[in-house]
């Protein structure tokens, strides 16, 4: 299965993930460009920026929005 496939079914069980978290999963070190390309597809994926924890700066962490049914 390719990283795409495995990023968007983690996403769509209502899961966030970040860059960490892709790399221990799913071996996947761009899930940036992963994330591009799901979007490209047109999948609304938001991302949310954190404070690091050990460190200054930040960290993405990707969050797919559900559509909702009207």
Not at 5 to 13: D, G, R, Y
Not at 43 to 68: C, D, F, M, P, W
Request: overall charge positive; glycine content about 4%.
């Amino acid at each position: 299965m390719n990283n795409q496939i495995l990023v968007l079914t983690h996403l769509k069980q209502g899961k966030t993930i970040s860059q960490v978290e892709a790399i221990n999963l799913f071996h996947c070190y761009r899930l940036s460009a992963v994330i591009l390309c799901l979007r490209k597809q047109g999948h609304k994926i938001v991302t949310h920026h954190h404070q690091n924890l050990n460190s200054k700066g930040t960290h993405a962490r990707y969050e797919l929005i559900k559509k909702v049914a009207v």
